[in-house]
């Protein structure tokens, strides 16, 4: 593959991928009708100079665009809410989320709240809410700005509760957006610390579905070829990031991720969730740090599939090479690194053990389990 070109193809979601495709972005939504979009970002986004190229080429194209940037770090009802209103207030007929993957969510949420009158919450997967996704959806068009949660070709958004910060997974199937523009250039200016952070996400959604107990051959390949471009990649990206070969590998592995954790997730995001709930802790660096002792745990029932891994990534050892690339990417090696307060661990485990990611673990966890995984990650 010629990692400097530009491609389309569907996967069930419609994508534009390569080096400069935002610049097809006006004349698609040209095509589309579409005159006043919403676009969704976050305050760090909106300041950068590719979001103003952006916004100028839209209004160059009769396109005349509102902003909404009102995104916590982990996203929360009020968040979605109050972007409802800002595109009910703005007269918006469609939305554009652009940016990570708080800002994915946190549109993703908007376009099913836009023409939906039930609370927020009452459409959470785990409530069967999905039957509730009846009324017209506004148009959807995807920008990642990152390469980790792969948000951008997701069918569900992840909302935390205002007052517990408990997060909630709502979902369905029209939730997918009409197009995506995945831009590997727009990750160019990326702080290497987010770059790193987001990229093990994405590696940890691919390690984790591969793992999880549910059946997907399909989901299998892709997440395995996802694998193995991180293992290329993520070190330039992180430590070159101009790189072009190096940002579009993960690019592209960040959203195979994402299709491919339709077959399950695990432990470690079962343990990294709580540390968002609880110290609002980036969801990617909490992945990085869990993902060695998650690994460990699942040892003994994943074995087979750790020396598949290894064969590909070309290591004689997973979990070790886990720990070795998280230090060459300077993320922390313990929770206690990262000056969390270790008091916590009970509450931690309570919230782990409710998290519904590690029904799909390949091996049973309990609360004791939990409890010894958050020790050994704090060292205590």
């Given at each position: ?6 491609y389309g ?56 665009p ?19 209103q ?21 549109a993703?949420?908007i ?10 919450f ?19 068009v ?13 069918r ?21 957006a ?10 160019f ?7 790193a ?11 984790e ?9 399909l ?19 992180t ?29 470690i ?17 909490a ?19 750790y020396?598949?891994?290894e ?23 313990t ?20 998290d ?15 409890e010894?995984?958050?020790k ?5």
């Amino acid at each position: 593959m010629n990692w400097t070109g530009r491609y389309g193809y569907n996967f069930p979601t419609s994508i534009r991928f390569g080096a400069g495709v935002i610049e097809e972005l006006p004349e698609y939504l040209k095509t589309q009708n579409w005159k006043r979009p919403l676009i969704v970002s976050d305050k760090a986004v909106v300041q950068l100079g590719f979001f103003k190229k952006i916004l100028a080429s839209l209004e160059s194209a009769g396109i005349s665009p509102a902003v909404y940037s009102g995104i916590s770090k982990n996203p929360v009802e009020s968040d979605v809410l109050a972007g409802v209103q800002h595109f009910q207030n703005e007269k918006c007929d469609g939305v554009i989320g652009l940016g990570g993957g708080a800002s994915l969510d946190v549109a993703r949420a908007i376009v099913l709240k836009a023409f939906h009158s039930r609370p927020l919450f009452d459409y959470d997967d785990a409530l069967g809410g999905d039957k509730y996704v009846t009324e017209k959806i506004p148009p959807f068009v995807t920008v990642p700005t990152t390469s980790g949660t792969g948000s951008e070709v997701g069918r569900s958004t992840v909302i935390a509760e205002n007052e517990t910060h408990k997060k909630r997974i709502l979902f369905s199937p029209r939730l997918i957006a009409n197009k995506v523009f995945a831009d590997p250039a727009l990750t160019f200016d990326l702080p290497a610390g987010v770059t790193a952070a987001t990229g093990m996400d994405a590696l940890t959604h691919n390690v984790e579905a591969f793992l999880s107990k549910g059946v997907s051959p399909l989901c299998d390949g892709i997440a395995v070829e996802a694998i193995r471009l991180i293992s290329e990649s993520i070190e330039t990206a992180t430590k070159k990031p101009a790189d072009l070969e190096a940002r579009a590998k993960m690019m592209i592995a960040s959203l195979m991720g994402a299709t491919a954790f339709q077959k399950g997730l695990g432990i470690i995001h079962s343990m990294a969730h709580p540390l968002s709930t609880v110290f609002d802790t980036h969801h990617g660096l909490a992945n990085a740090v869990m993902m060695p002792y998650g690994l460990d745990f699942n040892k003994e029932v994943s074995a087979d599939r750790y020396k598949y891994l290894e064969k590909i990534i070309g290591t004689s050892n997973f979990v070790q090479w886990v720990r070795e690339l998280n230090g060459k990417l300077s993320i922390p090696a313990t929770l206690s690194e990262l000056k969390l307060d270790s008091a916590k661990i009970p509450q931690l485990a309570e919230l782990a053990l409710a998290d519904g990611c590690h029904q799909c673990n390949p091996r049973t966890v309990t609360k004791a389990d939990f409890e010894m995984l958050y020790k050994k990650a704090f060292q205590v």
